[in-house]
């Protein structure tokens, strides 16, 4: 008998975390990610703004964003409830080191106030904006979403069945 307690606790216990990994992942819903689709935005950076220059989507794999910047800009995307669904932060190192050999008259480090880059980061339907804000909490840039056109009945080389059911049809 003293053994049937041990017992019908693990039991408990197991039931209990099966029943709240389940109730979580069907609250998680509205923010899951498309699956191995993602958006490349192109980004130009010039003395300090931050311009788009592209916005793709495509299927692919995002980075591992465990260890980030905690200074910097950081990419907010927002569900049309101004809700964030997803972020992360991100540097734009805009010094140039030169490693000159013997030369200790030239100086070792310039800034470059243009670059292009690019950012890859999750897919979300539910996604209407992309924000990108600088380490005082300034809006850089917003992105609307909605520029892809999904429904404009035309299936477009970045959308499929499942980006934008309405436009390619199976």
């Given amino acids: 008998m003293r053994f049937l307690l041990p017992i019908i606790i693990?039991?408990?216990i197991g039931i209990l975390i099966i029943s709240l990994s389940f109730f979580y992942f069907q609250d998680s819903d509205k923010n899951i990610s498309s699956n191995n689709f993602i958006y490349i935005v192109d980004l130009i950076y010039d003395s300090g703004e931050i311009n788009l220059n592209e916005l793709f989507i495509k299927e692919g794999f995002t980075p591992d964003r465990k260890i980030q910047p905690?200074?910097?800009y950081n990419l907010q995307i927002i569900s049309s409830y101004?809700?964030?669904i997803y972020s992360f932060n991100f540097m734009i190192d805009s010094n140039i080191?030169?490693?000159?050999?013997?030369?200790?008259?030239?100086?070792?480090?310039?800034?470059?106030d243009y670059q292009e880059f690019s950012l890859v980061f999750p897919y979300f339907s539910n996604a209407?904006?992309?924000r990108v804000y600088d380490s005082n909490n300034n809006l850089k840039l917003e992105i609307d979403t909605k520029i892809l056109n999904c429904g404009d009945g035309t299936c477009q080389n970045y959308e499929d069945e499942f980006i934008c059911?309405?436009?390619?049809?199976l």
Avoid: A, H, R, W
Wanted: one cysteine or more.
């Fill in 128 to 130: 209407d904006f992309i």
């Fill in 82 to 84: 101004e809700e964030v």
């Fill in 97 to 112: 080191v030169y490693d000159v050999f013997g030369e200790e008259s030239i100086n070792p480090t310039s800034t470059n």
């Fill in 70 to 72: 905690t200074l910097g």
């Fill in 10 to 12: 693990v039991v408990f």
């Fill in 165 to 169: 059911p309405q436009d390619c049809l």
